[in-house]
């Protein structure tokens, strides 16, 4: 088939890259360069990088409803659009071609519905999770769905290690839902009515620990906001991010935020509002991350005294 593919973020490249393999991709539809670091230099998409590399035509509308873009559009004469992690598609586009805008999604819709559902389902301490293809309709994530395959959440696997995962496995279920379509065997199962969870982008303020809370709820947090926005403590020297964490116990907690363990050898560990975690990697403001037991030969970290005095 020809295919208009949209995307921006590194997720839908491994897709990408299979419908070149199995399919005619006419053009590639990403975001502008989006401007970065103090010289405000322009920075292309990670989509915008592979299809060039991969030698397509990669158009970058300001706007989704300009007729020029719309003309270039219906000039590739598309037999689908396929979609992967791209902002919403007004009607006019995803209603252009003949065999509709199919979209890839990171949950089993129609659960976690939104801009992040990988990291949703790791802080929320799933053990499974999946991914589903859907014909797009006007309201975001609700279109009927073709197929989905699910996928298991390791209890200490971060939201980018599952990402990578789920990549590969995107790209697999991108090519069945396509030769089901060029089969005209996809099936349109629409998606039960009901209360669903939602999956809202993410901020940084989200990433902030409350260590009154469990030490499982802070520790899914600490992987479901790593690599980005990520989880951090606030301290006496500024922001420190906690990049990983080992749930030592559950059971009744000290006092929540303050050093339970500290050991220039084997690192250090906080006490929970329910629980202790042991810190694995944690980064200073302005410096590298760094193992638990190097923070502390660092930084002098005792026991009994609060983390945020640090």
């Not at 301290?235 to 050991?263: C, H, W, Y």
């Amino acid at each position: 088939m020809r295919i208009v593919f949209f995307g921006t973020a590194g997720f839908g490249i491994p897709t990408l890259r299979a419908l070149h393999e199995r399919h005619e991709v006419a053009a590639v539809v990403t975001l502008p360069d989006t401007e970065k670091g103090r010289g405000r230099h322009p920075v292309p998409t990670p989509v915008r990088v592979a299809a060039e590399g991969l030698g397509f035509v990669v158009l970058m509308p300001g706007d989704l409803r300009e007729p020029g873009f719309l003309d270039r559009l219906l000039s590739y004469s598309a037999d689908l659009f396929f979609v992967v992690a791209f902002r919403i598609l007004p009607g006019e586009v995803f209603t252009m071609p003949p065999r509709g805008t199919v979209n890839l999604h990171a949950s089993l819709l129609p659960d976690y519905r939104g801009a992040a559902p990988i990291n949703w389902a790791v802080i929320n301490g799933d053990e499974e999770t999946g991914l589903t293809t859907f014909f797009i309709e006007e309201t975001v994530d609700t279109g009927d769905i073709i197929t989905s395959v699910k996928v298991p959440i390791d209890p200490e696997e971060t939201a980018g290690e599952l990402a990578g995962r789920m990549e590969i496995a995107g790209a697999g279920l991108a090519l069945h839902t396509l030769d089901l379509i060029e089969q005209d065997s996809a099936r349109r199962i629409r998606q039960p009515e009901g209360q669903v969870r939602p999956a809202p982008k993410l901020f940084k303020q989200d990433g902030l620990i409350d260590w009154v809370r469990g030490a499982r709820v802070i520790h899914n947090q600490v992987r479901g906001m790593n690599p980005a926005p990520g989880a951090y403590t606030e301290t006496s020297r500024g922001n420190m991010k906690i990049l990983r964490t080992r749930i030592v116990r559950e059971d009744v907690g000290g006092q929540p935020g303050f050093i339970e363990t500290a050991s220039p050898k084997d690192g250090m560990s906080v006490s929970c509002g329910t629980g202790s975690l042991e810190i694995l990697e944690i980064q200073p403001p302005g410096k590298k991350s760094m193992d638990g037991a190097s923070f502390v030969r660092g930084y002098r970290v005792t026991v009994g005294v609060n983390i945020a005095t640090l």
